[in-house]
């Protein structure tokens, strides 16, 4: 009865290839993620939705693009991986977009060789 | 720009010692503050803070917020080895949550 579930936990790919990740929240919430970790552990916003609706979306490259087939997935496809995506890659969602704590994932980390 | 500033970037106290991990904003539409707790994989919320001046608690933690000086302070008593973590703090904005760049906390037996 995970909340929040990532898949694949691990990734390691070469340079230049397209790979997915994705997640699926029980929780009912409205709101869903993507974040990534650095090697410093700064957690940066790159893509929220709302009811399957894009509200934000942060300076990241367009090789990164986020879809939501339904209110409890979040999918994250990246594009001709660079080296640069080596991170840990977080979901979350939360219930409102501003007022309720987020619940995140265990996290993918993705390793580009 | 809006912004999370967290102090200090780390810690090693023993345990038994109490300490206070600090977090500033710098924010355009503040909604509300979070301390989340990370070890091995995902952060795990702790408290969410609104309202200036009240405490919140939880065990050997506690929280509270100043609006007036833009900063959170999270409190952790009587250190275990179980709390050495990262601990992020983010505020909640317009549409957004901006995370700091954590205190990492070691505690040693």
């Known amino acids: 009865d995970t909340a929040v579930s990532q898949t694949p936990k691990y990734l390691v790919t070469q340079m230049g290839n397209d790979k997915s990740i994705k997640c699926e929240q029980n929780?009912?919430?409205?709101?869903m993620y993507w974040y990534k970790q650095d090697s410093k552990k700064f957690l940066k916003i790159m893509f929220s939705y709302n009811n399957k609706e894009l509200i934000i979306n942060e300076t990241v490259p367009n090789r990164f693009s986020p879809k939501s087939p339904d209110k409890a997935h979040l999918n994250l496809h990246i594009n001709s991986l660079e080296l640069g995506d080596s991170a840990v890659y977080f979901c979350?969602?939360?219930?409102?977009?501003?007022?309720?704590?987020?619940?995140f994932g265990d996290g993918t980390r993705l390793s580009i060789l | 720009e809006d912004k999370v500033v967290q102090s200090p970037l780390s810690l090693v106290v023993h345990e038994g010692d109490t300490v206070t991990l600090n977090c500033s904003y710098e924010?355009?539409?503040?909604?509300?503050l979070l301390w989340y707790k990370q070890e091995k994989k995902a952060p795990t919320f702790l408290f969410m803070l609104t309202s200036s001046g009240i405490e919140k608690k939880s065990g050997r933690l506690s929280s509270i917020l100043d609006k007036k000086e833009l900063s959170s302070i999270l409190n952790i008593t009587a250190t275990q080895t179980g709390d050495s973590a990262i601990y992020l703090c983010?505020?909640?904005?317009?549409?957004?949550?901006?995370f700091g760049t954590g205190t990492r906390l070691k505690v040693l037996a």
């Open positions: 983010a505020f909640s904005g317009t549409y957004k949550y901006i």
């Open positions: 979350a969602s939360s219930q409102d977009r501003e007022t309720q704590p987020q619940h």
């Open positions: 929780l009912g919430h409205d709101t």
């Open positions: 924010v355009t539409n503040f909604r509300s």
